[in-house]
Structure formats: structure tokens, C-alpha cells
């Protein structure tokens, strides 16, 4: 007998200023092509909680559009959900100088399996080099046991000058 | 000026029947806790395509689900597209032994981005063991150039019993 | 026309004494093919500091065997520095259960240049299952500085059983 | 009390001619700061016998120095060796047009032990960008089975330009 789990909460989209708060960019964040609620982390409901110096968290709570069909929590969630960590919090970082940043390589390793609460990952930056920023992504479970590790190695690159940013 | 993006295409459930035959295991997908139109597969849009003899494809289609907010398709979709397609892979030759296969690493590359059209992942079997089998992926865009490249290793372990199963 | 290669170059071996002192496998050491001065470990100068209850220490002292051309640390030597650490210590774990470790996969990143002084190698087991055994590695120079990271995954295996296991 | 370790073992050096041959990069080889045969490349025997056009191979002979306690080729081996070719590879094109290579990460997986004969390693170019290229390297034995696989990605860096560099 296979367990009861809980329906999908397919996502009521926060409203922008909800965004404003998490995201921690602001000024620029209507620019965007694509409004985070539509986007994936919008859709399996990735959240970014913090991120400053070198350090970040987000999180993702159980439901079904985070699982492979056994009901655990995919592999590809915890991919993405330190993806979007390390690279939005690499942004907060290197926009304000003009730069921007986007993911190189994402190696994931699985540990134990999550079947319910929230994923919750803690984000460290190993390296913040000029071209490069190598960050270490742990997600634990409700419990605080560690599930899954990640390792995210995001590019930082020029872009085109907007206003507000520092000279 | 950014560009238009296309729609988001939220997921009209495929029919069973449809599943079925993408998914290669006719006969056990009813007793999955988790319809696969609500797995994280069902939403974002992964789809498995064939998968025989240590090779497997798969596909998913550009849509604002699969990208972060810039309109390039997701770091996290291309590691989730993989680890799908191969652990759905080793599923289909394992099961019917009596085992089943569970994701432990994802190591995923991101060559150049994906804006528009198809994100074609082909799977190859690097080595199939009694405890894992790894996998390496390409992911291709609709012209054939490579976009990113995952290595996906796979455990394979005992499980339950179940009728239909081989000797 | 390729050149003749050097010959192995087998080193004044330590005494068995020294070895037990490092290795932690005293019992069994004397029964292995290749005595470790002869093997990469010896020849590179790879050492294990301790190994004990999930936690491992290692070191390499700067030599320019330990280099590429440019003088600075060799991206293998890192890889076989945490490979050989997380694989001792696993062992020093399991060997008395009747088991035994070997690597499965080695994922390093290179975060800044060593060209003196020795690289420090610290490992925690993120992950201590029944059959992989999952290891974080830090390299960090003598000033603490961290230099590479390495994620390595080892499988345990049962072996044959001999003189002295655990029942 | 800790071992006296052995010291570096610089070998009978080929001659300039015979490096001239297998590197590649006659006019700057006599600059380096390490001569190839007392590097970690040379004291294993880790060779690289072509690289051009995205494509590169390299080889190492089996030997005690290659492997780990039990008589295998050591993980660390594997790893330094598609290092090694990527490295180089990258190296002769770059070069040229005033830039460096140097390694970013390098993830490496063990599929089968190698005890004898050579180890064959043939390296492919997955991407080759302004910033970084992106290695694939198949490790086989003597009868073209694959024993591990490595993904080698290489920073490529403007360097001091040097009598020679192209415009």
C-alpha cells in the first residue's frame, strides 16, 4: 500500500513585491524577460530567502511538482534549486559593477531521500574570483539531516551598463 | 529592448494512454504514488522518448517553465531532463529483474544557451554494473549544436517483489 | 619516434613501523601487492595524517613532481590527493566489517594556485551508507587559504573475509 | 612520529627533441620553469601523444607508480592524466593567439580497474569558448574497454605576450 501524498499547491503567484523581497534586486527586476512566477523556479516554487557576502538560502517545500513519480524529491529539484541559489546570489554581488553572471557547471550528489517538509539549502562561496565564483550548496530536510550537495561554478561576465550602476 | 517570449504552456495532462507509451513500463505505472503529469517531469515538460540497449532520448520543449528569468532555458532543467531519461533508462532494463534504480550524482555542463525550439537530450550507457550504471547525456538544440552535457550515475539496488517480475 | 619513458623509480621505503603510524590498517598492510612507496601515493608524496570517525586529514609537501611545467600544484595531484584520503579513511572504517572501498568518482575544482609550502587536504564523509561512502575534500595552503575542493565517492564492497575481521 | 618522506626522483630526462615531439609547442618549451620529465607528468609516465583541432590523445604505461596499494591504476591517475591532456591541448591552440590555459575542474568516474598494459585516454572538445573550453576524455585498456571517463573543463586566460605570439 502506497502512502497518501499531498496534492500539488501549484502556485499562486506571489505578487511582485513578494518578489522584490526575496530576490534582492529591485531595481531591476521588472527588466526581466520572463516574471519569476512563470519561470521554472516560479513553477516547482524555488524561493531565494537571503543572499549577501559570500553566503545565501533558499528553499523549496514538498509537493509533487518537486517529485519523481516514486513521490521522493527529484533530482533535478535539488539541481536547480542550488542553480538558482548560487547564481542569483552571484548577481546580487556583480550586477551592481555591471557584470552578470550565468551557471558553468552544477555537480549534485544525492544522499538520502526527501518525502515531505521543506528543502532547505544553505549556500556558501568557495571562490569569488573576477571570471568565476565556485559555491557549495547543502540541502537539508526538515530534520536537518543532509540530502543532497551541490556544487555550482557560475561565470561572471560584462554587460551592457544601465543606469545605477557604479561606476 | 528585450525580446518577446513565447507563452508558458502549462501542461494539459496527457492522457494515460500517452504516458504509456512514452514511458516504457506499460505495466507498473498505475501503481506509482505520483501520476507523472504531476511529477516535476509532468511540469516542467520532460518527456522520455525511447530508451532500449543502453541508449535513451528525450526532449523537452522551450517554454518559460524551462528558463530562469532571463529567458534561456534553466540550468536545473537540463540536470533534471537527464537524470530523468537516464534513471527511466536503467528503470526499463532493470525492473523486470527485480530491481529498481534511484539517482546518486548529476554532474551537468552548461555549453551555450537555448532560447527558442527543442532541448533534445540523448543518453548513452558509459558502464552497466550490478550496483550502477552511468550514463552520459548531450543535450542538443534543434540544430544539432551541443548545449550542455551531463554524467548521471545511477544506483541500482534490490527491490520488493512484485507479479511479473523475471525469475 | 616517442621517447623511452624513465623507469618507476621505487624509493627508499619506509619502515613497516612508519606505515602503521599513517595507515591505520596495520593488521593488513604487509598483504597488499604493491608496498606504498612504490605506488602514486609514494612516488607523488601523498600522505594520511589520521582517519577516524568520518573525518580524514592529508597532506602533500610542494615539490615539482607534485607540479605541471608552470610550477604550480598539478590538478591531478589535488584529485589523487582526496582520492587517496577518502578511500584510506573509508577503508580504515569498513576493512574490520569484512568490507572494502574503492573510488567510484573524484569531482574537483580548482580555486587558486599553490607554488610553495604544502597542500593540506581535510575530508568530511557527508554521506556514510551501506554501500557508497560520500566525501568532501578541502585543499587549502599554508595559510589557510582554500585552494581546491573535491567531492569523492567511494564504494564499499564486501570481500573475501580474512583472519581477524569482525564476526 | 611522521615518515621521512623520499625525495623527488627527476629521472634521466629525454632529450629537448623527443619533448619537441610530443608537446607541441617547441619554441616555448624551454621556458617553462619545471622541465616536463620532473613533473608530476613525467615521474608517473603520463605522455600526450597528439593534439589538434579539438581532438587530443594521451597514454600511460601501467606501472607500480600508477597505482594504489592493491595493484590497480589509482583514481588520482585517471584524473592526472585527462588533466593532463586537456591542459595541453587547450595549450597548442591557444597559445599562439597570446593566451593560457590552466585547469578549472576536473570529474572523473571509475568504471572498470585497468591491472596491466596501458592506459589510452582520447580527448574530444565539447565546447571551445573566448573564456573556457570543455573537455571530454574516455579512458581505455589494452582492449578498448572504457575504464573511467573525465570531464575537463580549461580557463583560458590572456597571458604576457612573448616574442612569436601572433597578433
Known sequence: MLPALPEPQPSQPPSA??????????????????PVPRTLDGVLGLRLLEAADGEARGEARYAERLCQRFGVVHGGAYAALAEMVATEATMVAVWP????AMGMSNDT???SPIRSGTVHASARALHR??????????????DGRLCAVSRVTIA???RRPEPGDSA
Open 17 to 34: 513585491a513578494e518578489h522584490r523581497d526575496t530576490r534582492g534586486m529591485p531595481d531591476v527586476l521588472d527588466r526581466y524577460p520572463v
Open 156 to 158: 561572471v561576465r560584462r
Open 97 to 100: 559593477q555591471g557584470e552578470t
Open 109 to 111: 550528489s544525492f544522499l
Open 129 to 142: 574570483g573576477a571570471t568565476t565564483w565556485v559555491w557549495a550548496v547543502e540541502h537539508r530536510d526538515d
